[in-house]
């Protein structure tokens, strides 16, 4: 058996909407992320650290931005589709971490349906799926509101 781990970062800037999803998860706010696809950093960034652990390319050659069938795309999906690369690959995810950086909104009320959602997409148990957020105290983009980053990192076994 083989493991490796990956890493993924994603940042979207806020936009004029009324929600935004991070996680799979709807949540209520007076603003969306601008993105391609439905915006979901914490789902982009895992998707990232799948794909580059198991040295698949990232998510833009996956699902670029520049072909119109990504376009307004369920990210829930697209992590279903990079599950199934690995797996079709020999790899399956032992582990994922994500951290979630921005002011607002408050992440802890929606981090275990984000779990929950994670875990099922790509055959966890939710304990072995991790959802942080922190603040840049102020500091820079995401300090300033203008946007949310997420970071995500897991561990993959092979054959």
């Given at each position: 058996?083989?493991?490796?781990?990956?890493?993924?970062?994603?940042?979207?800037?806020?936009?004029?909407?009324?929600?935004?999803?991070?996680?799979?998860?709807?949540?209520?706010?007076?603003?969306?992320?601008?993105?391609?696809?439905?915006?979901?950093?914490?789902?982009?960034?895992?998707?990232?650290?799948m794909?580059?652990?198991?040295?698949?390319?990232?998510?833009?050659?996956?699902?670029?931005?520049?072909e119109?069938?990504?376009?307004?795309?369920?990210?829930?999906?697209?992590?279903?589709?990079?599950?199934?690369?690995?797996?079709?690959?020999?790899?399956?995810?032992?582990?994922?971490?994500?951290?979630?950086?921005?002011?607002?909104?408050?992440?802890?009320?929606?981090?275990?349906?984000?779990?929950?959602?994670?875990?099922?997409?790509?055959?966890?148990?939710?304990?072995?799926?991790?959802?942080?957020?922190?603040?840049?105290?102020?500091?820079?983009?995401?300090?300033?509101?203008?946007?949310?980053?997420?970071?995500?990192?897991?561990?993959i076994?092979?054959?």
């Amino acid at each position: 058996m083989k493991i490796r781990v990956g890493q993924g970062i994603d940042v979207h800037a806020f936009s004029a909407g009324d929600h935004l999803m991070l996680g799979g998860v709807r949540i209520p706010f007076d603003r969306s992320l601008a993105a391609h696809s439905d915006g979901d950093v914490a789902l982009h960034a895992l998707c990232d650290a799948m794909l580059g652990a198991a040295s698949l390319g990232d998510i833009g050659r996956h699902f670029p931005p520049s072909e119109d069938c990504w376009k307004g795309a369920d990210s829930r999906d697209l992590l279903r589709r990079v599950d199934l690369l690995l797996k079709q690959d020999g790899w399956s995810v032992i582990n994922a971490d994500i951290t979630l950086v921005c002011e607002q909104p408050r992440i802890t009320p929606f981090a275990d349906q984000m779990k929950a959602n994670i875990a099922a997409d790509i055959g966890l148990d939710r304990t072995d799926v991790s959802i942080k957020a922190t603040t840049t105290e102020k500091l820079g983009f995401c300090g300033r509101g203008e946007g949310i980053t997420a970071f995500a990192i897991v561990l993959i076994k092979g054959w």
